[in-house]
């Protein structure tokens, strides 16, 4: 049976609740997407990040310079995901230039670079790392959340990548509309190329019916919750994607804040002073690996690794006035032992570099 047919087949047996299950299914996993590399001017959004990038990527793979590259990085070690950063590596999006084009954007050498700069490169390296949950993992995440989403909120999630998490959510949950906030152009529009694939897919489900369902029709959510036939109707109006930053997204009006944060560690401080001015009382927060620190959230849930996911999941909720709450202790950033970090280090260009 042809996957059409077979689609058809579902659709018209099972109704409206056979379009939502063919419009679930059909979410693919982003985890191996090819990655896109930066194209970037100097002056333009990610120009720096580019020119400092390269500027390390030469020394990394350099052996003349590979003392340079550990001295550099050493003291800022702890804002390093694993040893290497992951920019530098064959799968980070560094473009590759010709002498000429690094010329062209003001080439700098490493140790042409201040303290400042090369910490905030390490910051935003760490913020473009792509991560997801896989398929299992998020019907975990489902699960337990469940129980805690209010129906007819607004779910936000924020580092939204491929849109696998927003599509899911705006399917499975009684959320009333999802929004994904991506930093990334290329993957903004490859989650609004996903969207687009996934209307179509629902298009035609829909069709496959004998006749249109009444909007007001029953619709059982896959984790206990029911809907009605709006729910996949109105899917286009309800999801929504936006490239841009996280710290400029606009989360006043959030039922829930998702964030795969594994890779957020020195922005967990900062994340959890803007949501905590930015979100209405009760609002969840949901992050990963990191917990947020910030006084002005409660943890509702912890969800342990290997339990929900292979990291540990958290739950908050925003409770109290802010000029009533103590300020905020700063985050415990894992940072390596110097000698260990450097042994293993050296190990790894050597063993990439040969």
């Known amino acids: 049976m042809t996957e059409t047919a077979e689609t058809a087949e579902t659709a018209e047996t099972a109704?409206?609740?056979?379009?939502?299950?063919?419009?679930?299914?059909?979410?693919?996993?982003?985890?191996?997407?090819?990655?896109?590399?930066?194209?970037?001017?100097?002056?333009?959004?990610?120009?720096?990040?580019?020119?400092?990038?390269?500027?390390?990527?030469?020394?990394?793979?350099?052996?003349?310079?590979?003392?340079?590259?550990?001295?550099?990085?050493?003291?800022?070690?702890?804002?390093?995901?694993?040893?290497?950063?992951?920019?530098?590596?064959?799968h980070g999006l560094l473009p590759t230039l010709s002498p000429r084009q690094r010329a062209d954007m003001g080439h700098r050498r490493l140790d042409d670079i201040p303290d400042s700069e090369l910490e905030q490169w390490l910051i935003d390296d760490g913020r473009l790392i792509y991560g997801e949950f896989k398929p299992q993992e998020l019907h975990n995440y489902f699960t337990v959340i469940a129980p805690y989403v209010k129906p007819g909120s607004a779910m936000i999630d924020l580092g939204s990548g491929l849109g696998k998490v927003v599509l899911s959510a705006a399917l499975a949950l009684p959320f009333a509309n999802c929004t994904g906030v991506e930093l990334l152009p290329y993957r903004h529009a490859m989650a609004q190329q996903r969207f687009e694939a996934l209307l179509a897919a629902g298009e035609a489900a829909l069709a496959a019916l004998p006749s249109l369902p009444a909007r007001d029709e029953p619709l059982p959510l896959p984790y206990g919750a029911v809907a009605d036939a709006a729910h996949v109707l109105d899917l286009r109006r309800r999801v929504r994607f936006i490239n841009g930053d996280l710290f400029d997204a606009d989360v006043s009006q959030a039922g829930l804040v998702f964030m795969y944060s594994t890779c957020f560690a020195p922005l967990m401080d900062r994340i959890g002073d803007k949501l905590a001015r930015d979100v209405p009382q009760g609002c969840l927060v949901s992050t990963t690996t990191f917990p947020l620190k910030h006084p002005g959230f409660r943890e509702v849930a912890q969800f342990q690794s290997g339990t929900v996911a292979w990291t540990t999941v958290f739950l908050y909720e925003r409770t109290g006035e802010l000029e009533e709450l103590p300020p905020a202790p700063s985050s415990y950033i894992y940072e390596p032992p110097e000698e260990r970090w450097e042994k293993e280090v050296r190990e790894q260009l050597a063993a990439l570099n040969p």
């Open 15 to 90: 109704g409206i609740a056979g379009v939502l299950e063919t419009l679930r299914r059909s979410i693919e996993d982003g985890e191996h997407h090819v990655r896109q590399q930066i194209e970037a001017e100097m002056g333009s959004q990610f120009g720096r990040y580019v020119e400092i990038g390269l500027a390390l990527r030469e020394a990394f793979e350099r052996h003349d310079l590979h003392d340079t590259f550990i001295r550099r990085l050493k003291p800022l070690r702890r804002m390093i995901i694993g040893n290497l950063p992951a920019g530098v590596q064959r």
